[in-house]
């Protein structure tokens, strides 16, 4: 389940083309005032949501492949569905009329990853967060200083939107959400969530209906269907992070309540 290898290497990179053309301009007088350099793709600007000020994502996070990118989908998703390879770290949200939108995201390190079909059934703007019992248990030293959980906010590792997964009508703990982690995009450093760039989850959090199917590829099933980007990215070390950046004073002073009634349509 991917796009043909022909769209990838051909119209994929004729999107690529069209979009650094469009940034190019005919040469201007040397008396034109100096218009100050943009580091980062359109889709991925400074975003207003929520009564925050979301960063735009610089462009060495957003190299390649590593974006988001529309095209014609010949896998065997059904319409209405988002098909995620883990192997490839893409998560492709396949339309009706036979495209899809495929947008890099980063899983979780090896043997930490959901796969098979499962149902999302809840999405939420700027959700809190709780480490799973699970996550405590076998890495209490990443996570055992939050296992008070944190308020949806700029704190919240899940970012500016999450869809929770579930299956046989239960709450897996796996989410796909937004993160701050730029880093991990393109690739495997995550408890086994799957994480997006915010300006990505908004995009698809506002084009998602409820319930929707969701299927994670296996190793085979992603080498069969998209082999030319089989084991894109590389696997990370555990991020530990200082409590007192999401657990501080000066932290939980500076993070207000997020305004849902403000959110953006990116």
Request: with cysteine; proline share 8%.
């Amino acid at each position: 389940m991917t796009f043909s290898k022909a769209l990838n290497r051909r119209s994929f990179g004729a999107l690529l083309l069209a979009s650094s053309a469009a940034a190019c301009a005919p040469r201007v007088p040397d008396s034109a005032p100096v218009v100050p350099q943009v580091n980062w793709l359109p889709e991925y600007g400074p975003l207003r949501d929520a009564g925050y000020d979301l960063p735009a994502i610089p462009l060495q996070y957003t190299e390649g492949v590593n974006r988001r990118m529309e095209g014609i989908y010949t896998g065997e998703a059904p319409a209405g569905s988002i098909d995620v390879d883990p192997y490839a770290k893409f998560l492709y949200h396949v339309k009706f009329d036979g495209t899809a939108t495929r947008y890099p995201v980063g899983v979780g390190r090896q043997g930490r990853t959901l796969s098979g079909l499962a149902t999302i059934q809840l999405k939420k703007a700027w959700p809190g967060w709780t480490p799973t019992a699970n996550m405590l248990r076998t890495e209490p030293e990443v996570y055992g200083s939050f296992r008070g959980g944190i308020p949806g906010g700029l704190r919240s590792p899940l970012g500016a939107r999450a869809l929770y997964i579930y299956r046989n009508g239960r709450d897996t703990y796996y989410r796909v959400h937004g993160t701050n982690d730029l880093d991990s995009i393109g690739n495997s450093g995550s408890a086994g969530c799957i994480r997006m760039f915010n300006q990505d989850i908004i995009h698809l959090f506002n084009n998602v209906s409820l319930p929707m199917t969701i299927n994670i590829r296996s190793e085979s099933e992603s080498m069969r269907v998209d082999p030319e980007y089989y084991n894109r990215g590389r696997e990370l070390p555990p991020k530990i992070v200082d409590p007192e950046d999401l657990l501080g004073a000066e932290a939980i002073a500076n993070d207000k309540k997020p305004d849902l009634t403000q959110l953006a349509f990116n």
